[in-house]
């Protein structure tokens, strides 16, 4: 009976007092144990304001110092004779391109930089010579089922010029990969074919693969004799 009653009161002490003291400790000063007395303290400092003893807290957070100064006093007791005039003569360039009329050209500059060093600048563009006469031909392409996919319809266009039928036109078009072709002769109209999709490390479609069909319609046509007036 006796061994048994030792680990009753072995588990109770914990609740008296810490961990790692002794059975017979007081408890901590205040009354009501070690938890009754840290919960008193506690929530008497976080409620009631600043840490006991400090009784000049909020008395240092109020009315310190002078006030601020004025917005408009800020910057000029500290700009020199030389910005100040900078200043005034920028207000005057702006009161000037207010009175400028309006118009549909291109707003003027204020002048032009003397300073720096020349470059050459080259611009990316090529010069095109065409053959007199040439007409070039436009052609919408509209496919179906549609799809708004960019790498879908560049694949399409791939399996189109793979197409026995289309080595014809192939030499001689240039397109978008999207849904334009333009060619120095003109198409048959009306010209269509029937593209069964061919996944890229493949060789043929698959049984279920789906089948886009391509329509290339006339649009238009460009005649080049115009543009070398």
Not at 3 to 30: E, L, V
Not at 44 to 65: E, T, V, Y
Not at 67 to 78: D, K, W
Not at 194 to 210: H, L, M, Q
């Amino acid at each position: 009976m006796g061994g048994r009653g030792n680990p009753g009161r072995g588990r109770g002490q914990p609740r008296g007092a810490p961990r790692g003291s002794p059975r017979g400790s007081s408890p901590a000063p205040g009354g009501g144990g070690f938890r009754g007395g840290e919960r008193g303290r506690a929530r008497g400092d976080f409620r009631g304001g600043p840490p006991r003893g400090d009784s000049s807290f909020r008395g240092r957070g109020r009315g310190a110092g002078p006030p601020p100064p004025p917005l408009a006093s800020l910057g000029a007791a500290t700009q020199s004779a030389e910005e100040q005039t900078r200043i005034t003569e920028l207000e005057k360039s702006i009161v000037r391109f207010k009175e400028l009329p309006l118009s549909h050209g291109h707003p003027l500059r204020p002048g032009f930089g003397s300073l720096g060093t020349k470059i050459l600048l080259r611009a990316n563009f090529f010069q095109l010579r065409f053959k007199k006469g040439l007409v070039i031909h436009d052609y919408d392409v509209k496919m179906t089922p549609s799809t708004n996919v960019g790498w879908l319809k560049g694949r399409i266009f791939e399996l189109l010029e793979r197409k026995p039928e289309f080595q014809k036109f192939k030499p001689f078009i240039a397109h978008d990969r999207s849904q334009r072709i333009v060619c120095p002769r003109a198409l048959p109209q009306p010209l269509s074919f029937d593209i069964p999709y061919i996944e890229e490390e493949e060789t043929s479609a698959r049984p279920n693969a789906k089948t886009y069909t391509i329509d290339i319609t006339k649009t238009g046509e460009l005649h080049t004799d115009e543009m070398t007036k």
